[in-house]
Each structure stands twice: as C-alpha cells, then as structure tokens.
C-alpha cells in the first residue's frame, strides 16, 4: 500500500520568510495529493490540493509542487504569518477506492 | 465543511469498559471515515466506509469496530478499553473526489 514521508517533522522560520514542507510517497499510481492544516486543539482543514495531471497550484501565499518522476510534493508558503503556526499535514491517495494515506505531520512556528 | 457531528467530544473511562463514539453528517457524502491521532504519529485509519453495506479495515483496526447504521452514520466502538486507545478521534467524511473533511474531533482518556 500507499506510504508517505513527511519532513521536516519540526520548522521553525521568522515571520514574512517562506516555509516549505516535502512529502514523498511509494505508489507512482497515486494520483492526489492534499495538504490540511491543524490549528491548535481544531480539526485538520483543507487549504490546497492537487492532481497528478497537474505540476503546480497557487492560492494566495500558498503553493503546492509535484514531481511525479521523484514522488515527491511539497507545500511552500511565502510571507509567512503568527497564523499560520499550526500542523500541517500532506496525504496521498490513488482516486477512486482507496482512502488518503498521511504524513506525519509538521509542526510550523512563525517566530513574530 | 461537511457539517460532521461527533458525540462526544470528551470522555474518561476505565480499562476494560465498552465506549462507543458516534459521527453524523447532514451533506449526503457516501464515504466516512475514523482516523485516530497521536503526537508525532500523525492521522491514522481504523475503519472506513463508502456505504451502508460497506466496512473496509484501515491501518489500526485492531480493538476496534465499526457501525454504520445509516448514510449519515458512522460509530466506532472500544470493546474493552485499553490506556495505549488513550487519543484523540477523528471522523471524516468525503465523496468520490477524494476530499475528505474532518469532525471537530473526540477527545478519549482511558484511564
């Protein structure tokens, strides 16, 4: 089965430097791949995701990379702020059947 | 979100006693899921379904077990609580897409 490597476990970075987060996996057939965020004592929540058939996807101070070749994605955050110190999270899964299997986990401090 | 419901949200119990943990959801989604976390583990999976008549083992089902009593329920029970079950639960639920969205989480000690 699927099996997905987090690193780094712990990061730390000042406020408005960029933090990034890479996750490799072992299936060359999954095919989606998400991040989620888990604030202190909340829920893990979506905040990007993406599909093999694409190498990049942006949303505002957040961006997500896939190298299918390496198995490798990560998840870039620029201008970082307080709030986004929290644990993050990337999953991967073969669409259809097969549930998402996670990392685990990263924990992000934004020093002010 | 996926308006999921999970009762409840905090529980002591002892070893060896049954505890059920319960999940609904209002949005119609077919597939739900229990994921169980714990420091430096991550998100683990103990059961899922993707529908009624449908149960499939996760990665940690050992100790567990599953109920899904309808398209909106989904319960997971501790048969004989043990302290190493000592987690915090999440349910989940999700479409073909993949997606999944997460419950507001269940907060179990067994002491």
């Known amino acids: 089965g699927e099996n997905v490597e987090q690193h780094p476990s712990t990061l730390s970075v000042q406020e408005g430097d960029s933090a990034v987060i890479k996750c490799t996996y072992s299936d060359s057939a999954s095919n989606y791949f998400p991040w989620y965020k888990q604030e202190l004592g909340k829920r893990p929540q979506l905040i990007i995701d993406?599909?093999?058939?694409?190498g990049e996807k942006k949303d505002q101070r957040i961006a997500v990379t896939l190298n299918k070749t390496a198995k490798h994605f990560s998840l870039h955050i620029t201008e970082t702020q307080p709030e986004d110190s929290a644990v993050y999270f990337c999953?991967?899964?073969?669409?259809?059947?097969?549930?998402?299997?996670f990392g685990k986990g990263t924990r992000l401090s934004v020093i002010a | 979100d996926a308006d999921v419901t999970q009762t409840p949200r905090n529980r002591i119990t002892k070893t060896g006693k049954r505890i059920m943990l319960e999940c609904s959801q209002t949005k119609g989604h077919d597939r739900m899921y229990w994921y169980r976390q714990d420091p430096g583990l991550g998100l683990r999976l103990i059961y899922y379904?993707?529908?009624?008549?449908?149960?499939n083992k996760g990665e940690i089902s050992d100790g567990y077990s599953v109920s899904r009593q309808a398209q909106a329920k989904f319960s997971l029970s501790l048969e004989s609580a043990i302290p190493n079950q000592t987690a915090l639960y999440f349910c989940?639920?999700?479409?073909?897409?993949?997606?999944?969205?997460f419950g507001e989480g269940s907060w179990l000690t067994v002491v």
């Open positions: 379904s993707f529908d009624v008549k449908d149960i």
């Open positions: 999953a991967a899964t073969l669409s259809g059947n097969t549930p998402l299997v």
């Open positions: 989940a639920v999700g479409g073909t897409g993949n997606t999944i969205y």
């Open positions: 993406i599909r093999s058939n694409v």
